[in-house]
């Protein structure tokens, strides 16, 4: 028997059904048991799998029951107690070579019986029987994510994951925030991390190796009350001096807690206060220096963080793009694909660009070539870049210019 199974799948479970009849054959010699000669304890049968080369070994008759002749059946039409062999149960290596297939694929079964009067040596059997019917289940690709809900501060990373089954792998997975509008798809992992802003609903259709795809369960993203937290804008000066930082305002609501905290211990001691919503840092004349300072804003459950840059800068590069910015990123946010924009009055041919990510660890870096006047660089990262906030770091000569960049 060959039973043909739909690609896209992978097996999961075989049942066989199986009946055998006691004859009469007398070639073998005097039996020692009246006509038919045989008992079901004297007849076995089995059902070997010949693309594995595996084997159900012996299989009892369904129902053995006395007087122990006649018909062993898994019919249960014929036998109402009798039921189908679920042949992995017993055989859990039974298709175990039969790896998921996109094609369908066909599995070839033969029947093999046995007695222990004749021993299959004589040309006659005492029992014969076959294969009638035999069923294979597969299933194809399906899953579902977690968590099911979640309330998270606005702005902290929240994680996902996908938990395909059946199908045939490896899987790659479509995340959307949005209603199905826009996806992100991810290959190699089952995570997904978003940072939201406001109360969504997470997404994700499975895909397996053959384009079959299941749509899984969403996710609802709650918002605790997060305080707003504003830096400021990047501030330039020429060799040291005061400047104050911080937005307008720094947080919001009122009565939230503000720390500010400086890229090392020196430029920390800078500050005139590290509480105050608008310090004043005075920076020593003289100084040639990028550095920043991170503000932080709490209420009791939930913060937020914002980074200034600050720039004390010699001459040699003209730090305002055409949008008044040191760097102008179009569009901004995007999805990792953008244009770089600035300016320089000389040509520096072993400039450095480097993508920060905030954690500040280093995610790229290229060597780029800066001519006087506007430069324009396209940026396109070598692997995709995960959804929040990076920088862009631009070095030309002793001047360092960042700008961030957020990533959807």
Known sequence: ???????????????????YKLTQDQTCGDPPEPAPYCTYTQASMAIQNNT??????????????????GTCTTDSNL?????????????PDYFSCIAPSCPDFQIPFTLKNQDSICGDVCGYLCARGNIWRTTVYACQVEGYITPDNST???????????HPDCGVPPYHYAWSTDGGNTYTTIHNSPNFVVYPQQNMIVSCVIYDSCDKFWLANTSNISMLPTPTADAGLDQYINLGG??????????????????????NPT?????????????????PQGTVDSFYYVVTVSN???????????????????????????IAIIPNPSNGNFEIRFSSIENAPQSAMRVIDNAGRLISTR?????????IYSFHPENKLATGEYWIQITVGKTVLNKKFIVL
């Open 52 to 69: 594995c080369n595996t084997t159900t070994g012996p299989l009892s008759c369904n129902p053995a029951n006395p007087p122990y002749t």
């Open 79 to 91: 036998v109402p107690w009798a039921s189908s062999i679920h042949i992995n149960q017993y055989f």
């Open 242 to 263: 005061n400047i104050v930082i911080g937005g307008s305002p720094t947080a919001s609501p009122p009565n939230t807690t503000i720390q500010w905290t400086g890229e």
């Open 300 to 326: 009791s459950n939930c913060y937020r963080t914002d980074t200034v840059w600050v720039y004390s800068l010699p001459t040699g590069i003209n730090n305002l793009s055409d949008d008044g910015n040191a």
């Open 267 to 283: 430029v920390q001691s800078w500050l005139s206060s590290t509480t105050a919503p608008n310090p004043t840092v005075t920076i």
């Open 367 to 375: 060597q780029i070539s800066v001519s006087t006047g506007k430069n």
């Open 1 to 19: 028997m060959t039973v043909v199974v739909p690609g896209n799948s992978q097996l999961t479970d075989i049942y066989t059904d199986i009946e």
């Open 152 to 162: 998270v501060c606005a702005g902290q990373p929240d994680t996902f994951t996908a």
